[in-house]
Structure formats: C-alpha cells, structure tokens
C-alpha cells in the first residue's frame, strides 16, 4: 500500500511541476501626489507593475521605494481611474528595452515604444536598462580626437573619443542648435539623442528642422517631453545611455547628445522628494547628486580595441548662474566644459561659445603640440582684447600702451570671424586646425615686440 501511494506520488509529481506558480498582486492603499503606497505585494526596487484601475483602464508604475511592508510606487503614465484596494500586478519581464540595428533613425519613448507612426520596432534584442559596470582600469585611456563639425570645438575646445562634457548655458542661447549641427557634422558611427523634459513644441522642431532626413537616418532619438511623469523622464534618460552601451559593445564610435542633464536631475529631484527624503542644497536631495555620476560614468571608452562613447550633456544654469548646484556637480563629474554665453548670443555671434570659459580637459592628450600651443595662444590674445574691451570702446587706450593689445586689436575682427559659423555649415576638424594656424600668428620674440613700437626704435636710433 505505501509502495503504490509513493509512486502515484511520483507519476503526479511532474505534473505539479509543471503547474504555473500563482500569480501574485497587492492592494492599492493610499495615494499622496504622485507617490502609490501598495501592500501585499513582493517586489523590489526598480520593479514595474501594473495597477488595475475602472474598466478596462490601468496604470503602469515602478517601485522607487519601501517602509516596512508598504511599497512606494510611481506612475509612468497619467493617473486615472484608480480608487482604494485596486489590484497591483507585478510585471515580470518589464525592466527589458529594445536594442539594435533597426532602431536607427526611430523616435521612441522612455519605455522603448516608438513615438514616429512608422509601425512596432523589429528589435533584434532586449536588455536589461542598466548595463554592465566597466571596471575603470580595463577602460582605454582618450587618445583620439573626434570631429563634431564645429570649427571652435574642434580647434580651441578638441574633443577626444570617450569624452564626458558639459553644454553649458541659460535658456534660448542656442544649446539644441549647437546639438543639431553635431548630429549633421559629426564623423561619430552613431548618434544617440535624449531630448529629456523638453517642450513637445521642441521636440518636434529638434527631428525635423534641426536634426532633419540626414541626421536621423543614422541617429536613435529617445523623446520624453515635459509634460511626462518624472519617472518616464528619469527612464529617457537611462535608456538612451542603455542604446548608446549596446553599439559601443558593437564595436561602434557613439555620439551621445542628452537636453538636458539638469531636467533628469529635477526629475529625479520630484521621486525623491515625492518618496520622503529630505531636501538638501537648493530643494535638491542628496540622491539626485548620487545619480548624477552614475549615469554619467556609464559612458566613456570601453575595453582596448572597442567601442567609444563621446557623450555631450547640455546643463540648464537658471538666471545664468554658473554656480547653480547641479552646474557645479556636473562640471566636478564631467572631462570639460562648454560656456554658451548670453552676451554673444545677444550680439548674433552664432555659436555663442565663450572660450575663456571653457576647457576641454582632455585635449592635450589628443592633439599634436603645435596645436595645443597655437590654441592657447589664440585665447591668451582673446582674453587681452577682452580686458582692454571697455576702453577700447570709449576711445580711452592709447595705441602703443601695450604691444600685446595692439597686436590683440590688429586681429580680433578675424578672431570673431573665426569663431563664428553658419548652421548649415561645415568645419571638419583638419580644416579647422589649419584656419586656427592662419588665423592667430605664432608667439612673437620680445625683441620683435619691442621693434614693433615706433617711438621705442627711435629712442634706440638717436641714442
């Protein structure tokens, strides 16, 4: 009698196996603002499910945190619909994001879904949304330059294949414009774009009268316009980074453009204080300054004899304060800086580059010495004509008071010249070395500053 019930137990015990395991769900409780408190449901953050709300309608969230046995969720989507003890239901396979080839010249969403009408993505695979971490010392150092097409970048401000840096400037100064001729210009593989927490108005105008036919075809745009949940933005941001990740591992030189790296902080800044956790510098909370590096430090270089991802990040500075908190944060975690200023702006000097301000930290290691040194030259004689710039404008510096602003007045007209650049074109970067040559002479000798003076060199003949 046992032997046979021990092996009817075993004739029914791969069938039980093979059962599904019960489906499990929590109950809504409470909702405060944009934060969902769940119970009865076991998952982790980072997690997304499914809230069932009136009929057929539902809401998508993520899990951004726990207290005790309530889980904190947030919304992806607009909230309607849901009312005290809706059913949760996690997602099992939700945390995957579509990559590959076919992505190309496709506009999607922060989820991955595409936002261009052209039908569902062909996607060759899924990833998870955070990829790999590169252990630093198995990175390949920044040894070569890469063209971007902007003739003061890629003479003054060089930039290097695995480069981090900032786009700095107040709003309506030209940031998603300079970003638009990079995508045209640039000799990158690839071009990833995230337009994070931007106007719909811009994002549109960005694809089709910034970025147009040419920049797209070999460019992925991830889209998530300001009027999306926080989260939504936050994940904008992480899946372009993602993309960028999957072709470098191809094998692929990536051109990174994120607008902007300052909405992804405040996105962030929203869950965070949505959550609970206390305000710290400016209402901004210690977690946002902790994302920061995270995200940024995804890309860069990968291992010897792969991929590279150049990355530029535009960084709002509000009321053109250079010292606004995630403006300083970023310059700190970022290989260099780009100033966009108001003033040229003003003065319809297009790119409004202020090369004083900025610094490519990394150009010495990818140019040859008489470049970097004409470079430095050219914004040593800038920077003079700058200094004398008030006087010189109400006629009080005396010509001959100093050879170095003679010298300085005598070529800034080519100098502004040189640093302006229509939209539509062009600057490769060998030609724009060879016109900074040309533009700026070369360091004179003090004897041949001193000759340059009239009165001096009579003084010299009668004596």
Known sequence: MTSRLVDRLRQLQGAIAAEPA???SGRLTRMVGLTLECVGCPMVVGDRCVIEGEGTGSVEAEVVGFEEDKVYLMPLTAIEGLKPGARVVPLSSASRVPVGPQMLGRVVNGA????????PLQAEARVALTGDIINPLNRAPVRQSMDVGIRAINSLLTVGQGQRLGLFAGSGVGKSMLLGMMTRFTDADITVVGLIGERGREVKEFIEDILGDEGLARSVVVASPADDSPLMRLRAAMLTTRIAEYYRDQGKRVLLLMDSLTRYAQAQREIALAVGEPPATKGYP??????????????GNG???GGSITAFYTVLTEGDDQQDP??????????GHIVLSRRLAEEGHYPAIDVEASISRVMPQVTAPEHFARAQRFKQVYSRYQQARDLISVGAYVKGSDPETDFAIQHISNMRQFLQQDLNQSSPLKESIAQLLEVVPERRSPERVKTTNPGAAADRSDS
């Open 303 to 305: 291992r010897p004899g």
């Open 112 to 119: 991955g879904d595409p936002l261009d009408g052209k039908g």
């Open 22 to 24: 019960p489906e499990l």
């Open 286 to 299: 210690p977690s946002v300054f902790a994302k920061l590096p995270q995200l940024v430090e995804r890309t």
């Open 326 to 335: 995630i403006a300083d944060a970023a310059r700190a975690i970022l290989d």
